[in-house]
């Protein structure tokens, strides 16, 4: 009974090994879908403004946007600071996102991280000559489009309590860095 145990445990393990192996996704499927947005691969500084409660709020910006796992995945953290005259600047924003591409379903996801401890996932989707996603946010939604040029990278924020009338929240200007 033992010897029948171990071989029918054996033949599950192998059964379930071969069959997940062929449904495993072709990681160059991910690497080509991720090459799509390699004109956000860089470093990126600039000027940015936020509103923050009824205040506008002013930062420097740095975005970094690297290829991670052979080209998979990229990641972006952006950091934005205020300058504190005799003292180190204050970071008002740090972020960490890690863009995909699902083949399953054919989407790009956006898993996002604030230094405050919120996450998210985010759909991504190509615009022209960008990128954008919305979230749910208090009384609305958020949505986020960047455009990009060879060496210009101009990001808006906009928010609306309907989904019809939106109100711009926050922008930013950045320059790719050598």
């Known amino acids: 009974m033992r010897r029948f145990v171990t071989v029918v445990l054996l033949s599950a393990v192998v059964s379930f090994g071969s069959g997940h192996a062929a449904q495993a996704p072709d ?13 956000m691969v860089g470093r990126w ?29 990229l990641l972006v953290e952006g950091r934005g600071t205020i300058a504190a005259p005799g003292a180190e600047d204050r ?33 991504l989707t190509l615009v022209d000559g960008g990128v954008s996603w919305t979230r749910e946010a208090p009384g609305g939604r958020v949505r986020n489009t960047a455009h990009f040029t060879e060496n210009e990278w101009r990001e808006i924020g906009e928010f609306s309590s309907d989904g019809t009338a939106w109100r711009q929240i926050m922008e930013f200007r950045l320059k790719r860095q050598p």
């Open 27 to 39: 990681p160059a499927v991910a690497q080509a879908a991720l090459a799509r947005l390699d004109f």
């Open 45 to 73: 500084r600039g000027e940015a403004w936020q509103i923050r409660g009824s205040e506008r709020v002013q930062t420097q910006m740095l975005e970094t946007v690297e290829r991670k796992l052979g080209g998979a995945v």
């Open 91 to 123: 970071v008002v924003h740090h972020a960490l996102g890690v863009i995909s591409f699902d083949s399953r379903t054919g989407k790009y996801t956006m898993r996002s991280y604030l230094a405050t401890g919120q996450s998210g996932d985010f759909d």
